[in-house]
């Protein structure tokens, strides 16, 4: 029932966002007076949307080495430079997540063809009330007393970093692409019986493509 | 631009590949350990001034003295020329020790990992003669088992206590080679009694049932949860150690008759022949259910005590009189029920078992084929868990202390003294 809740909300988000977008969109030439400038110089301006896909890559050491992720960002352009937003994703690590972000981007061109740097942080729900207590082990000692077993643990989600950097190509005034590589740290909480409390700590490669459009 | 892009995805993949690992902590309530460093285990043995009984194990006698172990921190020598009166003499501090034996004035024991030689020959001044680093098992001392255990890390030490508090961990599955220690476990050894004074310089003791040390003629054995150790005492106070042999399974005991090895184990006894002392060989496995078992032998007779209810697992406790005039076919007489029987001892054929709870039992085992019919006597209120019987006395361990009786009227056995279990007096 929350997950549904979750995702309704997150339309209807994406569905005001994308109508207020429409409004606000506009088209700004450079130079007026340059009809070849005028065609390429393409720049946002106001709302917009990121929707990317992405894995978290990481050593095949893991129990999940890329485990996939999908992220759609409203984002809004401050300047020729800087664009801030909040957003939300699904991920599928040990359990499914809601990670929910707010993303600060500086691009450093500001024009159609822009490297950028970002910044995500954000919190990561859980959508599963219990996880499997295999969430720890991969296999169990056949010595008594080293590890605890634990039947059934309860995710509590956990906060994530997620600096980065990527390239965006605006292929026409409202559409565009971009790749991004970050690095993402994601904290993850679980309770476990007999007072225990368990953190699992992602280091990956975020690697992400997606379109943006307004 | 396009190759610039391509080498970057290449490097990062290959980075997040090799560097990228997960971390998982565990962040709870545990037993964590308390380490001594090695260094300070090497040079950890001491003499001290007298303390009392606290958690008596295992026993032994040499001549006229009694040593009893405090389980892993010392031994306690008692002289003994008047057994109505023992006098506490002195108490050497080692570290780790569950077992003893001595050959002439020279004691052996264990010190957590450590085998160690100590001098008798003056008991004022009892010094360490030879340290043998390594040999037995790394092992861990009782716990509370209301919490888990912290993770241990063998780098630091061996450890020599616990503390209960919250500690963080990171997880990493791996299987860990360590043996638990029986906490109820007690390991007799033994001695001739005798009224001769001082420590001789030949002769070695008798172990009790529970023992886990035992020599034979110029050769000691001891055993550990899977291996045979032994070690050249040609000269008790320059021990060399030759080396290991597989032995089993869960060995818990160690009784030595004649040219035989009988080892107790959790499923079973091992029955090795030590003609070549060097090289024990396997003769045979007598099975039995998985229970605690101690076992003593007399002449073509193997004794067996099987204590379930515990964590050597199954329910069933009894007593098994088991033939081994074959010793490479070893058949089952006879079994008597029990409650929860510890060690055992037999002289002559007199045979006593600490049935726990039940106290001490004696059987006339004149005739083996009907133990149970045979039963001499029962000291209920005795709570005893190892006996050594010797030409008409007694010596036992108990929960509460160290027992001597004399027993030349088997009904009507006689406490000549007792050394009780009293608070720290440290």
């Known amino acids: ?214 | 631009m396009q190759k610039i892009l391509n080498s970057v995805v290449i490097a990062l993949l290959l980075f997040a590949n090799s560097s990228c690992e997960d971390k998982i902590t565990e962040i709870f309530v545990a037993n964590s350990p308390i380490y001594m460093s090695y260094e300070d285990l090497a040079k950890a043995v001491k003499q001290s001034a007298p303390r009392n009984l606290e958690k008596p194990g295992k026993i032994y006698f040499k001549d006229n003295y009694i040593f009893i172990v405090e389980e892993r921190m010392g031994i306690h020598i008692f002289d003994n020329s008047n057994p109505s009166s023992p006098q506490n003499l002195s108490f050497v501090e080692i570290p780790g020790v569950v077992d003893i034996a001595v050959k002439g004035d020279v004691l052996y024991a264990d010190s957590y990992i450590d085998f160690i030689a100590l001098s008798l020959t003056n008991l004022n001044n009892i010094t360490e003669l030879k340290r043998i680093k390594n040999i037995f098992p790394y092992t861990l001392p009782a716990f509370n088992e209301d919490y888990p255990l912290a993770r241990i890390d063998q780098e630091k030490g061996v450890v020599v206590g616990w503390e209960i508090k919250t500690i963080r961990q990171e997880i990493e599955n791996r299987y860990y080679p360590i043996y638990w220690e029986a906490s109820l476990l007690l390991d007799g050894s033994s001695s001739a009694y005798s009224n001769t004074a001082g420590i001789s310089g030949s002769g070695f003791g008798i172990g009790g049932s529970l023992a886990r040390f035992g020599i034979s003629g110029n050769t000691l054995y001891t055993v550990d949860n899977m291996n045979l150790h032994v070690f050249d005492v040609t000269t008790a106070s320059n021990p060399v150690f030759y080396g290991d042999f597989y032995a089993g399974w869960a060995i818990e005991t160690l009784f030595i008759s004649g040219n035989k090895i009988f080892l107790g184990t959790q499923n079973g006894v091992n029955i090795y022949d030590i003609s070549i002392p060097r090289y024990p060989q396997y003769l045979s496995q007598f099975w039995h259910v998985t229970g605690c078992d101690p076992v003593v032998v007399a002449d073509t007779l193997a004794y067996v005590t099987l204590r379930g209810g515990n964590w050597c697992g199954n329910t069933i406790s009894r007593l098994d009189v088991i033939s081994i005039a074959d010793a490479r076919s070893p058949k089952l007489l006879a079994t008597c029920a029990m409650n929860e029987p510890y060690g055992l001892g037999i002289f002559d054929k007199t045979l006593f078992v600490c049935d726990g709870a039940a106290g001490l039992k004696i059987y006339n085992v004149t005739n083996p084929l009907q133990v149970e019919q045979n039963l001499l006597a029962n000291f209920p209120g005795i709570v005893a868990y190892d006996v050594i019987p010797l030409d008409g006395f007694l010596f036992m361990i108990a929960e509460d202390g160290f027992y001597q009786y004399n027993y030349d009227n088997l009904n009507a056995i006689q406490l000549i003294s007792k050394i009780p279990v009293s608070p720290s007096n440290k």
């Open chain 1, 1 to 214: 029932m929350i997950k549904q809740s979750l995702f309704l909300l997150f339309a209807l988000i994406m569905s005001f966002t994308y109508t207020h977008a429409q409004s606000n969109t506009d088209l700004l030439p450079d130079k007026q007076t340059n009809i070849t400038e005028l065609q390429t110089e393409y720049k946002l301006n106001g709302v917009f949307n990121i929707t990317t896909l992405g894995v978290l890559s990481g050593s095949s050491q893991n129990r999940q080495s890329a485990p996939f992720s999908f992220q759609s960002l409203m984002m809004y352009q401050l300047d020729h430079n800087i664009a801030l937003g909040i957003g939300m994703g699904i991920e599928f690590l040990e359990e499914t997540y809601l990670p929910i972000v707010g993303d600060f981007r500086y691009y450093l061109r500001g024009s159609r063809f822009s490297p950028f740097v970002f910044v995500q942080s954000g919190y990561s729900l859980p959508t599963d009330k219990t996880a499997n207590g295999n969430i720890v082990y991969d296999y169990y000692s056949i010595w008594p007393g080293y590890y605890p077993q634990y039947e059934e643990v309860q995710p509590l989600g956990g906060f994530m970093i997620n600096p980065g950097f990527g390239i965006r190509h605006l292929f026409h005034a409202d559409f565009g692409m971009e790749i991004s590589f970050s690095y993402r740290h994601q904290n993850l909480n679980y309770d476990a019986p007999t007072n225990t409390r368990i953190e699992a700590d992602y280091n990956r490669l975020n690697i992400r493509i997606g379109i943006i459009f307004q």
